[in-house]
């Protein structure tokens, strides 16, 4: 199975920082990544499809880059409502599908 | 719209069993990738198992030959059916559709507590 590692495990930021969260896949994997978010006590929300295409109704201020191995996820400007646990996911080769560990982004 | 309502989960001793259920409504799981996904308490998302539109199932290692996906087409219901339970199954557990690219939408989840 493909292993997704994401960095860092978490972090604190501050409402309209900038923030990037990487995730590196142990095999390539083009760019069949999508990433989602969570808030606590609900389900993950999809983000972002084929590394850097929004889904329908997520801000813009959202955006994925990378293809092969390497991936990134940034917020432009952080807003109170992002503060969310973060997980990337390949579905390049399946089953099964595979998650980052996730990255929690703390209010500083 | 689309929604996924899931129900079945609570409190089983190891070694029991538990069927979920998700109810959908908005789209046809027939026609859809159906996967159950599950987190451990506070942990990370793990995948379970899927259905594929044309009815082929998959486990992950972790459950093969304890859990069995399956579907109910007129109801428009997936179910997953769990067996032999042990306490690292302990979980919420969100069914959600991927027709394409990612899995775009989820039920709200129910916890399965595996406990004596």
């Known amino acids: 199975a493909i292993r997704m590692t994401q960095s860092p495990s978490s972090f604190s930021a501050s409402t309209g920082d900038r923030v990037t969260i990487t995730c590196r896949a142990s095999q390539g994997i083009s760019s069949y990544l999508a990433w989602y978010q969570q808030k606590p006590g609900k389900a993950p929300k999809l983000l972002i499809y084929?590394?850097?295409t929004l889904q329908s109704g997520v801000p813009s201020r959202f955006s994925g880059s990378g293809s092969g191995t390497d991936f990134t996820l940034t917020i432009s400007c952080l807003q109170s409502e992002d503060f969310a646990t973060y997980y990337c996911?390949?579905?390049?080769?399946?089953?099964?599908?595979?998650f980052g560990q996730g990255t929690k982004v703390e209010i500083k | 719209e689309v929604q996924l309502v899931e129900s079945g989960g609570g409190l089983v001793q190891p070694g029991g069993s538990l069927r979920l259920s998700c109810a959908a409504s908005g789209f046809t799981v027939s026609s859809n990738y159906m996967s159950w996904v599950r987190q451990a308490p506070g942990k990370g998302l793990e995948w379970v198992s899927v259905i594929y539109s044309g009815g082929s199932t998959y486990y992950a290692d972790s459950v093969k030959g304890r859990f069995t996906i399956s579907r109910h087409n007129s109801k428009n219901t997936l179910y997953l059916q769990m067996n032999s339970l042990r306490a690292e199954d302990t979980a919420v557990y969100y069914c959600?559709?991927?027709?394409?690219?990612?899995?775009?939408?989820w039920g709200q989840g129910t916890l399965v507590t595996v406990s004596s």
């Open positions: 996911q390949q579905y390049y080769s399946y089953p099964p599908w595979t």
């Open positions: 959600a559709s991927h027709p394409a690219a990612g899995f775009d939408y």
């Open positions: 084929a590394a850097s």
